[in-house]
RNA sequence: GGGCGAUUAGCUCAGUGGUAGAGCGCUUCGUUCACAUCGAAGAUGUCGGCGGUUCGAACCCGUCAUCGCCCA
């Protein structure tokens, strides 16, 4: 074997050993009578490659799968990419531009959704082969993708995917959950579709609060306050014939339809009722109470814009206010062809300059024609937050339009009950108070995106007819079908069995969709014939990724996937889609099969970089995960991962900390290596309940309980347990002892084979144990050491326990390490070169420690560089004594004695001891104390302090004799 | 403004009522036949402050301070 492992080379091999042994596949080496473990990878973008969130996220399931897969369950984890809409959609354009391409508009849809097939098919998912690197153990050939079965989708990209959405959006549709409306919605000038709240960021900027005076209509005037005494009580007014409302956004002027004061605030309470009229506009607007303004911010006065704010749209409605659009789809200014603009004012020159402008250009505009024609009241700095879309990083204007949107109440309900019910856990319990939060101020989920990457929305419009059979001019009837025959079916049964439909194949309008002019009417009025037109809109991403547990599994076929696998088991994922993917899925698998998606739900914190800063391109901060698998292995970096996946917590990865868990790699190999030299090589039927041997019995003790902690933790998706736990055990128990205790023992005939036999079997353990945090390593030396019926990742996982801890043999073994370390301890503080062989001179002896001591005589010879034992009845001269639980020692270093260093050693552990044994004292003397503590405490204590006592009788011996040198 | 959380060794962090811990870093010593990606020994803590509950508090409760994150 080679000094230490090639990461590199062996991963390869081991990735494709896996490979070609199918090692993944659901179900492989479930047992008879196997449960089912079912675990979801969260989909990531067929955009992406793979981050430290998704390797820490990975890492965590990798780990639960290889578990349950070496218990004999029967292991499904389900792979897939999420088609990703606006990020997708963006990247192709992006790409197109770059070539010289005409735009998608150009293009058309089909043609452009075609380049976005192609581009999936030559680039995307680069990321599962990145996966593989990390040693991700998901079924490969059930790889899912959410965009599966879609129209349009090339030969290899069949599947049943699309079906299951549209079949989800019809049932919710005919259950009324879903409905169509005009509302104010996130909109984003950029890719020029609405958003869902989720997506929207709020950005903090730079800005600018601006006063703009708003004169009172038919030359009224008010007194207002300019002066204050000291308890805020105006001591002086001046007449003003204008209102001085304050804006972060004078461009949404052109659109005010009323101003807003506190009914409260005495400065304006007079004007409510009365009106101002708008500059530029000329139109008149009134002046209303509403408790949104708030007197202490600005001005107390505020405009209101119902068609171009959340808030003001709000207030609107109270009051009662006009909702005048003034903005088109990339945010410009438009007022031409606007007739709700154009209602009731005149046109004038300084509005046709503005029309077709720019937001931003338009509020320059408005704010010199303000600052030109006196009506600028002045400008304040003032930072504020201004919403951004998540993906196009522009800012979102809110939008008047129509969109499709889920009633989310009810089915938050459901989900909530599902949670308050245990049927669905959420760990760590804060995100479970975060989910409850969410779900108690659900809004309405705005579903329709003005897209062409993504699930068409299954409606098709035509025109509304009314009792008598007669079409109503401008009206709309919808029809709601996965197919376009059930569609053609239902029109049919609407519009009679006799009038011819067909279906429009026109890319209907952006947004508004109007009946389609290709429809006749007879002359009594009734409908002649028509054509169906699609509603052109996609639906968001997260709607295809709600369905993600059944839609891989094979929903609405009644599959034998979903029978066995559904619900899953666990949902491992990170907290910043609790919300747009984890309370949706369990609202709509709750609603569309009546179960929860999941049993469990693990949420797992951020990985940030050293400084705890989040990692990102800009910040230049990133580390890249397949980089690091490259410098330290994937078995180093998924154990790092691990080792600080403590519950809720973020996690700093440093480079520092994946090195020291390469070297704790390399440590595991060396052992083995120690032991290939050693000849011990695992033993058929080897029974490691019938080992005699102190040491023996002792390691195999240690193994018992490391399994039993082990699963408890993995359990308890404890993973940082885990992984100390076997830290611990591995280097600490196994190789600073275990391997120091048996060369000794090898070579003494009688005690070889079974030392080998237990080595062999001892290091088997640690390589089952390990393997689901460190796969490759653990394959590689598995097979390395011996020629084995199955490879590690379809092995047996242990049964046996803490009954494997032989009591007597732990208290030796306690007893002899604690020996050899304050022997050592004594050596290093006497300055004894480490090399020089001493005679340890024992005292006093009890006589437990009296056999334990002729049993592992050797052990301590070598471990304690001892050269001969002898016995005295008193410490000869120079001689420094030490004290080991139940027993006295002394060595005799009178030549080598630094005198000065042992009163100090002498001094401070005396100390030590005489501080501890007076507390215990006080503890012990306290009536309250032993009255009501429990009484193994009481007696715990009481052991301790009798031990402290007779060490430092000892100590003050050792300190009389040294004082009489 | 609302909500959630954090504060423990130089650093990064475990630790849910009974002897304060790990890794890294640091100091000293050491290449004894698995390993220098190593070994041995060592130093370093009013567990953020104050108050309370308790026989007993890093841990439970209250409060203050500071710092995060999410939502407005």
Redesign the pocket.
Known sequence: ME??FDAARAEAEIADLWDAKNAFAAGTNAGPDAKPFCILLPPPNVTGSLHMGHAFNHTLMDILARWHRMRGDDVLWQPGLDHAGIATQMVVERQLAAAGNIGRRDMGREAFVAKVWEWKGKSGGTILDQCRRLGDSFDLSRNAFTMSGAPGAPAGEEGNFHDAVLKAFVSLYDKGLIYRGKRLVNWDPHFETAIS??E???VEEKGSLWRLRYPLENGATYEHPIEFDAEGKPTAYETRDYLVVATTRPETMLGDTGVAVNPDDPRYTHLIGRSVRLPLVGRSIPIVADAYADPTKGTGAVKITPAHD??DWEVGKRAGLRVINVMGTRAQIALKDNADFWDGIDGSDALAGLDGMDRYEARDAIVTLAHDEGWLDGIDAEPH?VPHGDRSKVAIEPLLTDQWFVKTEELAEKAMDAVRSDKTRIL???DE??FF??ME?IEPWCISRQLWWGHQIPVWYGPEIDSEGKVVPGAVRAFCASTEQEVLKKAQEFYGASIPISFSREEGALREHVPPAAYGVDSDGTLGWTELDRDPDVLDTWFSSGIWPIGTMGWPENTPELAKYFPTSVLVTGF?IIFFWVARMMMMQLELTGKVPFKDVYIHALV?D???K?MSKSLGNVLDPIELIDEFGADAVRFTLTA?A???????L?R??I??Y??????LW??A??AE??DCRPVAGFDPASVTLTANKWIVGETGRVRETLDAALDAY?F??AA?VL??HV??NV??WY??LA?PLFQDAAAAEETRATMAWVLDQCLILLHPLMPFITEALWGQIAARPKLLVHTDWPSYGAELVDAAADAEMGWIVAL??EI??V???MHV???AKVPLIQLDLGPDQAAALERDRALVARLA?IERFETAAEAPKGAVTLTVRGATFCLPLADVIDIAAERERLG?AADKLAK?AAGLKA?LG?P??V????ED?VD?NRA?LGAAEEELGILRAAQARLASL
Not at 662 to 667: A, D, H, P
Request: charged share 40%; hydrophobic share 30%.
């Open positions: 000094k230490t709240d989720l929207v960021e709020q959340f808030n937050m760590p319990e804060r108070k975060t939060h969410w101020n910043d940030r050293e400084k705890g989040k600080m403590a519950m809720g917590r973020d996690l700093k440093s520092d900390r090195a020291g390469r070297n704790f790699g390399t440590k060396n052992a290596r120690f030299m050693n404890r940082n347990d100390n830290y611990a280097w600490g190789c600073d391997v120091e060369k050899i370390e050592r301890s050596r290093a503080q070169p480490a090399g560089r401070k501890e503890k306290n309250a104390f009255a009501k503590a429990p405490v715990e301790r």
